[in-house]
T-cell receptor, first 115, second 111 residues
Framework: DAGVIQSPRHEVTEMGQEVTLRCKPI?????LFWYRQTMMRGLELLIY????????DSGMPEDRFSAKMPNASFSTLKIQPSEPRDSAVYFC?????????????FGEGSWLTVV | QKEVEQDPGPLSVPEGAIVSLNCTYS??????FMWYRQYSRKGPELLMY????GNKEDGRFTAQVDKSSKYISLFIRDSQPSDSATYLC???????????FGQGTELSVKP
């Protein structure tokens, strides 16, 4: 089975540009999570969805960040305008509430560098 | 204060050593506790999962949760170079809810 699929895997962009990260969760999973990982702050939850509805976006750093889930098989995380401090690895993850020991499956990550 | 605290290390041990990784958490409402392993340039993958207090063993790995002291532990017996990775503890309130991670401990097992 395909896991969580993220794109792009790597992105280098200039400050001020719009960045869109994409995620396809595992089919049948009804929870989708966006995490950000940096050396300084570790793995932080930005937002999560249940059945395509945003449940908790308290981790979204500021208005420059937005996330959508238009259907069960696709989600985007957008940063506009991007800043150098947004450089990080962005992970998408999905799960079912009672799936295999509450397993949350992570994608390979999108490595973002803003210069 | 972060809800889940973990010493980032790094931790370096010789092959065959017993490794002890630890976390503390602050919210007594946490019910589910996990350990994730993350290899370099990869996403985290679930290693162990426990519900409430107690021990769970899986091969060379043992996870322990002590809710009275809000302490989470992972023990690795007969450590191997292939165990070299970052280990992240995580907790959540309920099934399906958000998962809060510790900082992660970088482990290196030397041959």
């Amino acid at each position: 089975d395909a896991g969580v699929i993220q794109s792009p895997r790597h992105e280098v962009t200039e400050m001020g540009q719009e960045v869109t990260l994409r995620c396809k969760p595992i089919s049948g999973h009804d929870y989708l999570f966006w995490y950000r990982q940096t050396m300084m702050r570790g793995l932080e939850l930005l937002i999560y969805f249940n059945n395509n509805v945003p449940i908790d976006d308290s981790g979204m750093p500021e208005d420059r960040f937005s996330a959508k889930m238009p259907n069960a098989s696709f989600s985007t995380l957008k940063i506009q305008p991007s800043e150098p401090r947004d450089s990080a690895v962005y992970f998408c993850a999905s799960s079912t509430p009672t799936g295999l020991g509450n397993t949350i499956y992570f994608g390979e990550g999108s490595w973002l560098t803003v210069v | 204060q972060k809800e889940v605290e973990q010493d980032p290390g790094p931790l370096s041990v010789p092959e065959g050593a017993i490794v002890s990784l630890n976390c503390t958490y602050s919210n007594s409402a946490f019910q589910y506790f996990m350990w994730y392993r993350q290899y370099s340039r990869k996403g985290p993958e679930l290693l162990m999962y426990t519900y409430s207090s107690g021990n769970k063993e899986d091969g060379r790995f043992t996870a322990q949760v002590d809710k009275s002291s809000k302490y989470i532990s992972l023990f690795i017996r007969d450590s191997q170079p292939s165990d070299s990775a970052t280990y992240l503890c995580a907790s959540r309130y309920n099934q399906g809810g958000k998962l809060i991670f510790g900082q992660g401990t970088e482990l290196s097992v030397k041959p």
